[in-house]
């Protein structure tokens, strides 16, 4: 199981929000380039980056910063994933072009699952669905609207495609430390060789426990390392 510490990014520092909501918003940190440095030191080998503005502008706003946590994580050895706001093929160039590994994709990958395949063709390895979801539909534009789709019918067709691997986000329990949604998570993974990541909900040690024992492919945290609950380095343990 792989460990994920994430960054959202919001005015260029390092917050959390509580379900996706942007007035629910709490600031950890003034310099989250230096987060995903310690991040990295620390021994994580891939950290996960929300770029909220993008993400309710509906476009990448923070590239500069994007491409200096890159560099950051890089030179400590780990990968960085983003999402946030990309919504075409020239999104994610520019992401790539400023250094992320792996592009995040959502409401593209729902509203236009055509562009989303060439998209997995065009960047091998390097495309990550992510099936944020409200009693298992999936939501889009940055979690504000319902869509009619499944998350199993999305994951079901990022496999298809060649992603790299499906996020998927139980938007209820996100940044509320509530434990992750591990039932949800492992039906998604059934019969499908994609990974299914689990975000959301993470708030203790024992949490992290439940998802490896329950055969989870890899978890995405913030909240409870931010707020001293176990550290990155007890987190990383439990892979």
Known sequence: MIIIPAIDLMHGKAVRLEQGSAERVTVYDDD?????????????????????????????????????????????????????????????????????????VGTLAVRQPELAASLCKAHPNAIIVAADAKDGMVAVEGWTEASSLTARALAEAAEQWGA?????????????????????????????????????????????????????RGVIMGRAIYEGAFSLKEALEQC
Do not use: N, W
């Not at 780990?78 to 999402?83: D, F, I, M, S, T």
């Not at 998927?168 to 949800?184: I, N, W």
């Open 32 to 104: 989250p380039v230096g987060v995903a440095r310690r991040f990295a030191a620390e021994g994580a080998k891939r950290i996960h980056v929300v770029d909220l503005e993008g993400a309710f502008a509906g476009r990448p706003v923070q590239t500069e910063l994007l491409e200096d946590i890159c560099r950051a994580a890089r030179e400590e050895g780990a990968r960085v994933e983003v999402g946030g706001g990309i919504r075409d093929a020239a999104a994610v160039a520019t992401l790539r072009d400023a250094g992320v590994d792996y592009v995040v």
């Open 164 to 216: 790299a691997a499906v996020l998927h986000t139980d938007v209820e329990r996100d940044g509320m430390q509530v434990g992750a949604a591990v039932e949800a998570t492992i039906a998604l993974q059934d019969g499908l060789d994609i990974p299914i990541y689990a975000s959301g909900g993470v708030g203790t040690l024992d949490d992290l426990k439940a998802c490896k024992a329950a055969g989870v």
